[in-house]
């Protein structure tokens, strides 16, 4: 999605102090919480209860993630350890792709798209769980994979909804009470690196919400009904937006709450911050973290990872 924004970020208020935020470290055993089948859940102009999202099971091993009050992350120059919970997207379809199974579980130089984030946002110091949002079927690629990262984080299940709202809200209800800041991503979006990831939740940190996007390249114009144009937007305050979008968790709370009163309808997450009239700042990130939809963005991602495969090796 192509959003507007200024290129200056918000600044931060002055002599407002960080308070600090304790992180208790998660007892070396692995959780892997399975939800019980149920059926998928629906937000957009309805009410949304608790109820209907996916159960997991009791936890054993907890990563206590101790939220400090609203705002008190401005002015700070590092996100604390074990503050944010993702909230990994891998419900969607995928018809552009035209494959027989969803895109996001397509293999990409031997291994499904929706994992290689998976494996970058788990190995982060500043993610203390990490809500998997798919079909029950697809959970076992997953499982496969967990083995291999680090024995304190937390993994839990939710089910995807009908549309990509609905499946955040699904993600959110997962989400531990005391977690300071939810991070969605696209598991379609394969090559995110953790030093942008790390970048954009220091910003929603700051200043509640954030985004990663990068500048518009191509003239944009705007075009009415009948093909004709309206006008040629600036393209200096163009960004096209990515993931993942970092929220504030009280802040995405009392978002959805407006979503399910108002009954709106948004195609990404900082739109609903947005619509609560609270700022977000777009943190720059790569045009390497592209949204993998059609075939050619297939063969797109493959070049990318050859190039930084190659660059990792002269390096070494």
């Known amino acids: 999605s192509i959003m507007l924004a200024h290129k200056q970020a918000h600044g931060c208020r002055p002599g407002q102090a960080a308070v600090p935020l304790t992180v208790e470290r998660c007892r070396p055993q692995r959780m892997v919480s399975l939800a019980a089948p149920a059926?998928?859940?629906?937000?957009s102009r309805e009410a949304c209860a608790p109820s209907v999202a996916a159960v997991v099971a009791p936890r054993r091993s907890v990563v206590r993630c101790r939220a400090s009050q609203d705002g008190a992350g401005i002015g700070a120059s590092t996100v604390p350890d074990g503050s944010v919970s993702v909230v990994l997207l891998a419900g969607g379809v995928g018809k552009r792709m035209g494959a027989a199974i969803p895109k996001q579980y397509l293999p990409l130089k031997g291994q499904p798209i929706a994992t290689y984030s998976l494996q970058t946002l788990a190995r982060m110091r500043e993610v203390c769980e990490v809500i998997?949002?798919?079909?029950?079927?697809?959970?076992?690629?997953?499982?496969?994979?967990?083995?291999?990262?680090?024995?304190?984080?937390?993994?839990?299940?939710?089910l995807p909804g009908a549309e990509r709202q609905d499946s955040v809200y699904s993600g959110l209800q997962q989400v531990q009470a005391d977690s300071h800041l939810v991070a969605v991503h696209d598991s379609a979006r394969p090559l995110v690196t953790a030093a942008d990831c790390s970048r954009c939740f220091l910003d929603g940190w700051q200043v509640g919400a954030a985004v990663l996007g990068v500048?518009?390249?191509?003239?944009?114009?705007?075009?009415?009904?009948?093909?004709?144009?309206?006008k040629t937007l600036q393209r200096s305050k163009l960004w096209e937006v990515q993931t993942p979008?970092?929220?504030?968790?009280?802040?995405?709370?009392?978002?959805?709450?407006?979503?399910?009163a108002k009954g709106l309808?948004?195609?990404?997450?900082?739109?609903?911050i947005e619509a609560l009239g609270r700022p977000v700042r777009v943190t720059p990130g790569s045009y390497t973290n592209i949204k993998v939809t059609t075939p050619d963005d297939m063969f797109v991602a493959e070049k990318f990872m050859e190039e930084t495969e190659s660059k990792q090796q002269v390096a070494a």
């Open 215 to 230: 500048p518009v390249k191509p003239t944009i114009k705007e075009v009415d009904a009948s093909g004709l144009v309206v």
């Open 132 to 158: 998997i949002v798919c079909d029950p079927s697809w959970r076992e690629l997953f499982q496969k994979l967990m083995p291999g990262l680090p024995s304190t984080m937390v993994f839990k299940w939710a």
């Open 245 to 260: 979008q970092v929220i504030r968790t009280s802040l995405l709370r009392e978002g959805f709450e407006l979503v399910r």
């Open 39 to 43: 059926a998928s859940v629906r937000l």
């Open 265 to 272: 309808e948004v195609t990404d997450d900082v739109s609903i």
